[in-house]
DNA sequence: TCCACTCACACTTTTGAATAGG
DNA sequence: ACCTATTCAAAAGTGTGAGTGG
């Protein structure tokens, strides 16, 4: 079993002996596990879509999960975003998925907060976490504080762990970011894969009505006669998993990978890809395995947790690329530009990039999480100054809220996204690339942070 | 013509207020 | 008066299929 690694900042100074006892618990074992498992990996085999749409869609099957190793009495807060898998568009032609060019530029990226955020971590642990209400949409101009994705394109979530007292008291040292390979998924506006609707269908409650069993066979035979042929083929469709295996399901939904083979022969990883002719995805269960990923999700729920400092979906790529190729078909816009939310699953590098200013303030401003204590002194806002910082301009804390917190607790979104929600890759590439660029950012340049999409918006 | 997208629709589950009973 | 259980209507969440626009 993969230990969680250590998020440790990279602390100025000698760490008070509270501080020491408290790392080991507050980042060396916090556990996530993926509820659903089997669902999530019977999606993932066919090529999960998520339909997006102008008012917003939930996910099904949504994020659900399950936390350990927490400190009880501390407050943390859970967060999710939204990672782009690569830099490609696709297109589904003749039931495979196809690179269809290159990627949109990424919309404005948010970040849904949960609404039990923040939560003492007993809470969190003491039952299952569902991120249920998460909505999708494609609307760039959303005022719901819905995540925004581009129709088309490929992502998977990422769970973020801090340790914050209040939404203005995050505490960057702490952050942990965790994702789970078989939760990618294409966004689309419709349904493309057959397979992928009849699933939809017999597990999600609320589409009851289009089971086969179900009333709606007789609706629609009255509706048109021409759905007959439709209903035939779901019918057929629907008899398909006794008939088809698993891998031929991915084979028929994802040859189209490597089937653009002018787009993809330019990426280094085109043989791998080629390897992995059943499911794209597939291959990060494959590098999983070659890192000794035991298949069984009991464990692989360790071996997918990641702890990252919070990171933009625009430069995570490049961190990742520095530590492992993807065997994606889209890992390779270019170079390092590409990558994934599964080379991070691949790479067990521990990703301890954390900004020395930000750490060191940490380190200096909190007491040691002392586990039910008396009253630690879980910072302010005014313990922060390069939080508070950020509320003079688009920044970390200092965004428009949405959400149940009201207009104390501004965590909603960014009020000004603009350039900082379309950072440049590759300048982002290079910053996070160099270590020193890495490790020393002042933290109290809320500027530079704001640039990370992780924190440009905040929903419920 | 093709494809991505939007919208209205019928159906379902969920939610919350109103009511009844102990 | 208070609490709990039940009922019911409204709200919200589904995929479908027709229509639209580039």
């Given at each position: 079993?993969?230990s969680i690694?250590d998020l440790k900042a990279?602390f100025?100074g000698p760490p008070p002996p509270a501080m020491s006892s408290g790392d080991a618990y507050l980042q060396g074992n916090i556990?996530?596990?993926?509820?659903?498992?089997?669902?999530?990996?019977?999606?993932?085999?066919?090529?999960?879509?998520?339909?997006?749409?102008?008012?917003?869609?939930?996910?099904?099957?949504?994020?659900?999960?399950?936390?350990?190793g927490l400190i009880p009495c501390a407050?943390?807060?859970?967060?999710?975003?939204?990672?782009?898998?690569?830099?490609?568009?696709?297109?589904?032609?003749?039931?495979?998925?196809?690179?269809?060019?290159?990627?949109?530029?990424?919309?404005?990226?948010?970040?849904?907060?949960?609404?039990?955020?923040?939560?003492?971590g007993?809470?969190?642990?003491?039952?299952?976490?569902?991120?249920?209400?998460?909505?999708?949409?494609?609307?760039?101009?959303?005022?719901?504080?819905?995540?925004?994705?581009?129709?088309?394109?490929?992502?998977?979530?990422?769970?973020?762990?801090?340790q914050?007292?209040?939404?203005?008291?995050?505490r960057?040292s702490v952050?942990q970011?965790?994702?789970?390979?078989?939760?990618?998924?294409?966004?689309?506006?419709?349904?493309?894969?057959?397979?992928?609707?009849?699933?939809?269908?017999?597990?999600?409650?609320?589409?009851?009505?289009?089971?086969?069993?179900?009333?709606?066979?007789?609706?629609?035979?009255?509706?048109?006669?021409?759905?007959?042929?439709?209903?035939?083929?779901?019918?057929?469709?629907?008899?398909?998993?006794?008939?088809?295996?698993?891998?031929?399901?991915?084979?028929?939904?994802?040859?189209?990978?490597?089937?653009?083979?002018?787009?993809?022969?330019?990426?280094?990883?085109?043989?791998?890809?080629?390897?992995?002719?059943?499911?794209?995805?597939?291959?990060?269960?494959?590098?999983?395995?070659?890192?000794?990923?035991?298949?069984?999700?009991?464990?692989?729920?360790?071996?997918?947790?990641?702890?990252?400092?919070?990171?933009?979906?625009?430069?995570?790529?490049?961190?990742?690329?520095?530590?492992?190729?993807?065997?994606?078909?889209?890992?390779?816009?270019?170079?390092?530009?590409?990558?994934?939310?599964?080379?991070?699953?691949?790479?067990?590098?521990?990703?301890?990039?954390?900004?020395?200013?930000?750490s060191?303030?940490a380190r200096?401003?909190e007491v040691g999480p002392s586990p039910c204590g008396p009253?630690q002194h879980l910072?302010?806002?005014?313990?922060?100054?390069?939080?508070?910082?950020?509320?003079?301009?688009?920044?970390?804390?200092?965004?428009?809220?949405?959400?149940?917190?009201?207009?104390?607790?501004?965590?909603?979104?960014?009020?000004?996204?603009?350039?900082?929600?379309?950072?440049?890759?590759?300048?982002?590439?290079?910053?996070?690339?160099?270590?020193?660029?890495?490790?020393?950012?002042?933290?109290?340049?809320?500027?530079?942070?704001?640039?990370?999409?992780?924190?440009?918006?905040?929903?419920?």
């Open positions: 079993m993969q690694r990279n100025s556990r996530m596990s993926l509820e659903d498992p089997e669902l999530w990996r019977t999606f993932h085999e066919i090529g999960t879509e998520m339909i997006i749409t102008k008012p917003g869609r939930r996910m099904f099957p949504h994020c659900k999960v399950n936390l350990s407050k943390y807060i859970l967060l999710v975003d939204m990672v782009p898998e690569d830099g490609f568009r696709y297109k589904w032609n003749k039931e495979k998925w196809e690179v269809a060019g290159k990627a949109e530029p990424q919309p404005p990226c948010r970040t849904y907060l949960h609404p039990d955020s923040p939560a003492p007993s809470h969190w642990m003491k039952q299952s976490i569902s991120f249920l209400k998460l909505k999708l949409t494609n609307n760039t101009l959303d005022q719901h504080g819905h995540i925004i994705l581009h129709s088309m394109h490929r992502y998977h979530p990422r769970f973020h762990i801090v914050a007292d209040d939404l203005f008291s995050v960057w952050f970011t965790f994702t789970f390979p078989e939760t990618s998924f294409t966004a689309v506006t419709a349904y493309q894969n057959t397979k992928i609707t009849k699933l939809k269908i017999d597990h999600n409650p609320f589409a009851k009505g289009f089971r086969d069993e179900g009333t709606t066979k007789k609706r629609r035979a009255n509706k048109n006669p021409g759905d007959l042929d439709k209903k035939v083929k779901l019918s057929q469709m629907n008899r398909e998993p006794e008939e088809d295996s698993p891998s031929d399901f991915c084979k028929s939904s994802f040859e189209g990978y490597e089937g653009d083979e002018a787009a993809l022969q330019k990426r280094k990883e085109a043989e791998e890809i080629k390897e992995e002719r059943y499911s794209p995805w597939s291959a990060e269960r494959e590098h999983g395995n070659r890192n000794g990923s035991p298949p069984n999700a009991e464990s692989r729920d360790v071996y997918n947790a990641e702890q990252l400092v919070p990171a933009p979906a625009s430069y995570q790529p490049y961190r990742f690329h520095e530590y492992g190729k993807s065997p994606s078909p889209s890992s390779s816009v270019g170079s390092s530009a590409s990558a994934s939310g599964r080379s991070s699953f691949e790479s067990r590098v521990p990703d301890v990039a954390v900004h020395e200013h930000e060191s303030k200096t401003q009253p910072p302010g806002p005014q313990d922060y100054p390069a939080v508070l910082n950020v509320t003079s301009k688009p920044g970390v804390l200092g965004h428009h809220i949405y959400g149940p917190y009201g207009a104390e607790q501004p965590l909603g979104q960014w009020s000004g996204s603009g350039a900082a929600q379309y950072p440049p890759p590759h300048h982002l590439s290079a910053d996070y690339a160099t270590p020193a660029v890495h490790h020393g950012y002042p933290h109290g340049n809320v500027t530079e942070w704001s640039q990370y999409p992780l924190f440009s918006y905040s929903c419920w």
